[in-house]
């Protein structure tokens, strides 16, 4: 397989329209970096490291090697959880300065489920520009690799690591219908299936994206019942950073329509399709056409 070199034509038109494009200065640009492997970086988000006037960042030692990988070194100023206010106030006054900032979490987009969203809020308040460049991001990489047939999702990040208010959260999100979407640390990764497994429905389709990008990339999908097991099938499975998705609650349609099939197989054990069928429509008040075309269905099943 070919592959692509600084030297490729068609690579040096690409560069020169993100080159050509208008990076303003007192801009503050919160840029995506890799999750795991180093070749997910955009090509915007190289050229907006290598111009910035410095680099906020959460971890300034993964950061320095990040921009190594690239050829880059740029000033680094700390800005994790336990400083975001004190770090927003410097780079405030740098960006009234003229100065462009890039902003980075350790992995991933800065500010979901990381540090950032303190100082952007606080950039924003002081009237200055804020521009996002997107890119890599595990909640939707796991999305996208899950198969979980659902037009919308909800991000929860991780949940709280005391079991009281972890069960609290649950209970919470237990009737959402969209697909469910947690981060989660590897020590924490059983505690939490055994408090899914206590709070929802056994039968929900549960998926596993652990070490997304990364040289041990696993995207496994069970339901949440035999989810416990998978996990304790094999060591390893316990290792890396998780993405979890759980499917959403069942809609009330999606419940009416499994009552009315169980009420169907029920009356089919004891008469023909069409009575069978007339029966149940008169039960649930579902149509009777679509009884009668899946009945045939689950006499052709058995």
Not at 67 to 87: D, F, Q
Request: hydrophobic share 45%; glycine share 4%; aromatic share 4%.
């Amino acid at each position: 397989m070919p592959h692509l070199t600084s030297s490729a034509p068609s690579l040096d038109l690409i560069m020169q329209d993100v080159a050509q494009q208008v990076y303003p200065p007192s801009t503050l640009y919160v840029v995506a970096t890799p999750i795991g492997n180093a070749g997910d970086i955009t090509l915007r988000a190289v050229n907006v490291l290598a111009m910035a006037d410095a680099v906020a960042c959460e971890d300034t030692r993964n950061t320095a090697q990040l921009l190594h990988r690239y050829g880059l070194h740029k000033e680094l100023i700390a800005a994790h959880e336990h400083n975001e206010r004190e770090a927003a106030d410097k780079l405030i006054a740098r960006l009234q300065s003229g100065q462009r900032i890039a902003l980075v979490s350790d992995a991933g987009t800065p500010a979901v489920s990381d540090p950032g969203a303190r100082i952007v809020d606080a950039v924003r308040s002081a009237g200055l520009r804020v521009m996002p460049l997107p890119g890599a991001s595990a909640a939707v990489s796991a999305l996208s690799a899950s198969g979980l047939l659902s037009d919308r999702f909800l991000f929860a990040g991780f949940l709280p690591a005391k079991s009281k208010q972890r069960e609290s959260a649950l209970q919470e999100l237990k009737n959402v219908a969209a697909t469910l979407v947690f981060y989660e640390a590897p020590h924490r990764i059983v505690d939490m299936v055994e408090a899914l497994c206590a709070t929802l429905e056994a039968d929900r389709q549960v998926v596993f994206a652990r070490e997304l990008t990364k040289l041990f990339e696993e995207v496994h999908r069970c339901r949440l019942g035999d989810a416990r097991a998978w996990l304790d099938a094999e060591a390893n499975r316990q290792k890396g950073e998780f993405v979890i998705l759980v499917e959403g609650a069942p809609s009330a349609s999606d419940e009416n329509d499994a009552e009315a099939e169980r009420i169907l197989a029920i009356l089919l054990e004891e008469c023909p399709v069409k009575q069978a069928a007339s029966l149940a429509a008169q039960i649930t008040g579902k149509k009777k056409n679509a009884l009668y075309e899946r009945a045939l269905q689950m006499k052709g099943e058995r």
